[in-house]
């Protein structure tokens, strides 16, 4: 049994007495606590919330253990939250070494493992929607992990939630950048009546170094990597610089012969298939490492395993490595000092500076950390250019110095030296109102009183009473169109509960996207029998996600250079060919549709605001081209932005399955939703890897698992026979695609025996059709359902055959094909054998 749990004392044991078997552990361990551990620890078991405050490695968890084993020692239940699930796993698995896997559960979006555990990991997220959806949950003591999220643009409202609505449960907050907290500790005093003890400490248990250097950037590393001062996180704030960064490190020789011998063994077995995957094995065979949001998740985890192995000496990534990511990092290199902030560049905040400058430095490692900062890089190259031409070394007589690039905030050493002293901004409050928040608390309320707690949770805000006012004006537009939408109902007058949420609507029914409410009243007014109503139906869905738009500019490229390749070959004079070209956009299907429906949806909803609709083709283009994952990446070179596509269609999966209502899903639109499922599992299987490891350890030791999110149910299709037909129809639909571009290599690799077919017989079993009937329709008539035959057969095999719909109409030519469900899977590889063609 572990060392905590057996420590666990009696029910009716003591304070005193718990935090005396607790400091027995710890000194059980070796641990000596820092004055600021001992005060946290000791304001928590005398009943007040902390929070608390010191640098990164400074023992936090440590703190947030002792309350914890506070809780399990009392019988009471305690939550740990963190902003990013890599950390609450993480954190769930250690919990799970020390108080035994009985005693710990998660919770996630799609599943739960031991859901009523004393002790329960997850996202700030999931905590706050537990508590919108239960206005009693049991939820005793919270440790909310990187609290500074609390001001954060797009989550922060997370962080505050569980403030205002569990008046009876004690918190832990902690960051190493708080800043002044002065206005929610007096406001958690009054809602909880209890006192709040703030804990700070500044010492740091490997202090930092901070050099400023004015040399190119390869330079500087190549002397950091001599000094000994790896591994170095090279820090940059755009994917694009990331990646070009990692790139430029090719011409550094990072690692030694033994080393590089190390790193290619370790990469031996690993499948980087995707067409980033060439590039990436490149950099990883350097040591060097590529990590942002940019990139597939198991290219990340790969980074993040390979450097945790010591095997990397230099990792360039995005500034929002700093979180739920454990890689160990010596020197912390930015390669800038300012950043666009969502809104405009600027220079890095004293926060962000701090967040990401206290990686440097790892306790038990490392004796000092290293912080170092890169003078601007056309300054650098122009005062070479100036040194040069004072030593007589330039034969130019005048210097040429190089500008800034556009939009360029400058910095200096000033500048750094300003940030190393400045303490982090004061946090500010996200509370914000959207018909998400309002759903969730009606749902979670019985008849009246979700709406009445939603007006407490208003004035219970850490907001301005202006601000207050405006959220209650808010809140009543938004519960009116609810009521418009049929969302929710209310009943005749003297009837209990008189308000319900509409119970047809699927349990993980969803409306946290801020348009997702013109998605339900525009849905309806598709037409349902139209042959395009799938189609319509996803082009609807992808109107209201925020656009890619790396994605969107490489398909307007392409379609740009279709464009110009058919104009010169039918000879289009040049000014023509250039004026044709800057009238083209990308794909907008439905637009009038979209746009027309939209406009009066924003006259009936003045709170629309500025919020826009946002016609595209992405998931929709993917799907009528019935294209893998790596095709589209291939078709529209998209290699360096694998994992925003991949992100994208994840949300369009997602936003098809929880935000279109059951009664709207035709079998056409089941079918796009198998499709995009498919797509993202089979793209990377890391994600459901992760979820298995997750789980097997849980069932080993019997802990009891529930899948929370039935439309999400695996990887594979054959769990559930109408999504195995869907799937089977989309492999129908590739093959198709292949068979009208005469493409019989890419048509092998469509089905499961290739074997059994050369690319001479393909050419000559379709041949005959060719010639009957000119070529394939691919149009959406080509996917109608009733062009599909399944037959049942003995032994369980499924023999299909489908309606080839060609170009005069006639129809009269099938492809016959069998499947057999008990057959080994994979996800992405095909189920469908290819028997021949009837006609």
């Known amino acids: 049994m572990p060392a905590l749990a057996e420590l666990r004392p009696p029910a009716n044991a003591s304070a005193d007495e718990v935090l005396e078997r607790f400091l027995r552990w710890v000194e ?27 640098p990164t490695g400074s023992g936090k968890s440590l703190v947030a253990l002792a309350l914890h084993f506070f809780a399990f020692g009392r019988s009471r239940v305690s939550f740990y939250t963190a902003p990013v699930k890599a950390l609450v796993n993480e954190k769930f698995f250690a919990l799970c070494d020390l108080f035994g896997a009985e005693n710990v559960g998660l919770l996630t979006g799609d599943a739960s493992i031991n859901r009523h555990a004393p002790i329960v990991c997850c996202t700030a997220e999931i905590l706050a929607n537990l508590t919108l959806r239960d206005d009693s949950p049991p939820v005793d003591e919270v440790v909310m992990d990187e609290f500074h999220f609390y001001g954060d643009r797009d989550r922060g409202l997370a962080w505050q ?56 950037i390869h330079e500087t590393v190549q002397a950091l990597l001599e000094t000994g001062r790896a591994p170095i996180y090279l820090v940059n704030f755009t994917q694009r610089a990331a990646t070009e960064m990692a790139q430029a490190m090719l011409s550094v020789d990072v690692c030694t012969k033994e080393e590089k011998s190390r790193l290619k063994e370790a990469l ?39 450097a945790g192995e010591g095997l990397l000496k230099v990792v360039s990534g995005t500034d929002t490595l700093g979180v739920g ?5 010596r020197t912390v290199l930015f390669s800038a000092l300012s950043k666009y902030d969502g809104e405009k560049n600027a220079l ?52 040429m110095t190089r500008k800034p690039p556009p939009g360029f905030v400058r910095w200096d050493e000033a500048t750094f030296e300003r940030l190393k002293a400045a303490d982090p901004e004061p946090l500010q409050s996200r509370f914000e109102i959207d018909h998400g928040l309002l759903l969730s608390v009606l749902q979670g309320s019985p008849g009246d009183a979700g709406y009445r707690r939603l007006v407490e949770l208003i004035a219970l805000s850490h907001e301005t009473a202006g601000q207050k006012s405006r959220h209650r004006r808010r809140a009543r537009t938004f519960f009116r169109t609810l009521l418009q939408a049929g969302i929710v109902r209310l009943g005749p007058p003297g009837r209990r509960p008189r308000l319900e949420v509409d119970p047809d609507l699927q349990r993980d029914f969803s409306l946290h996207h801020t348009l997702s409410l013109w998605l339900v009243e525009v849905l309806p007014l598709l037409d349902r029998e139209a042959p395009t109503y799938p189609l319509d139906v996803l082009s609807c869905v992808e109107a ?23 104009m010169k070959a039918e000879g289009v004079p040049y000014e023509e060919r250039i004026a044709r070209l800057e009238e083209v956009e990308i794909d907008k299907p439905l637009a009038p549709f979209i746009y027309e429906t939209f406009n009066r949806f924003s006259e009936a909803h003045p709170w629309v605001g500025a919020e826009n609709i946002r016609p595209k083709s992405i998931a929709r283009d993917a799907f009528e081209r019935a294209a893998t994952f790596k095709e589209y990446v291939q078709l529209y070179g998209l290699k360096t932005s694998e994992g925003v596509l991949l992100r994208y269609l994840s949300q369009a999966y997602k936003t098809l399955v929880q935000n279109v209502p059951q009664e709207l899903r035709s079998d056409g639109v089941n079918e796009i939703a198998v499709y995009l499922h498919e797509l993202v599992r089979g793209t990377d299987a890391s994600l459901l890897d992760e979820w298995q490891d997750l789980l097997e350890p849980a069932r080993r030791r019997g802990i009891p698992i529930e899948r929370r999110e039935p439309s999400d149910a695996g990887a594979d299709p054959r769990t559930d026979p109408a ?46 059709f060719f010639e009957a009937r000119g070529g394939l329709d691919l149009g959406p008539r080509a996917r109608l359902a009733q062009h599909t035959t399944f037959t049942a057969e003995e032994g369980g095999r499924l023999r299909l055959q489908q309606v080839l719909c060609d170009l005069e109409g ?20 095909p189920v469908l054998s290819l028997v021949g063609l009837s006609g």
């Open 161 to 216: 939630i569980p403030l205002l609505t569990l008046p009876r449960a004690r918190f832990l907050l902690m960051s190493a950048t708080l800043g002044d907290t002065r206005h929610i500790t007096e406001r958690l005093e009054v809602r909880t009546q209890r006192p709040v003890a703030l804990v700070r400490g500044t010492t740091r248990p490997v202090p930092l170094l901070y050099e400023y250097r004015q040399t190119p």
């Open 348 to 399: 890095l905040s004293a926060r962000d500076f701090h967040q990401i400058a206290g990686r440097a430095g790892r306790r038990g490692f490392d004796e000092v950390g290293y912080v170092v900062c890169q003078a601007p890089a056309h300054e650098i190259e122009n005062r070479r250019a100036k040194e040069r031409a004072a030593s007589g070394r330039s034969n130019k007589r005048k210097v």
């Open 544 to 566: 209201i996600l925020e656009s890619p738009r790396v994605v969107l500019r490489r398909q307007l490229d392409h379609k740009k250079k279709e464009l110009l390749a058919a």
């Open 810 to 829: 006639e129809d009269d030519y099938a492809l016959l094909a069998w499947a057999d469900p008990s057959a080994p899977y994979a996800p992405g590889e």
């Open 723 to 768: 999504a195995f037909r869907a799937h089977l129809r989309n492999e129908l639909h590739r093959i198709q695609r292949c068979i009208a571009a005469r493409d019989w290599p890419g048509l092998r690799e469509a089905i499961r025996n290739p074997e059994a077919w050369s690319d001479e017989a393909l050419e000559a079993l379709f041949a005959p």
């Open 268 to 306: 031996g077995g690993e499948q980087l298939t995707t067409p980033f995957g060439k590039d990436m094995r490149r950099l990883l065979a350097h040591g060097i490492g590529l990590h942002h949001a940019g990139l597939l998740p198991r290219y990340r985890r790969l980074v993040e395993r390979l």
């Open 325 to 329: 990511v454990n890689i160990p990092i």
């Open 28 to 54: 059980s361990q070796g641990f000596e606590l820092y004055p600021a551990q001992e005060e946290a620890i000791l304001e928590l078991f005398a009943g007040n919330h902390v929070v608390l405050e010191t």
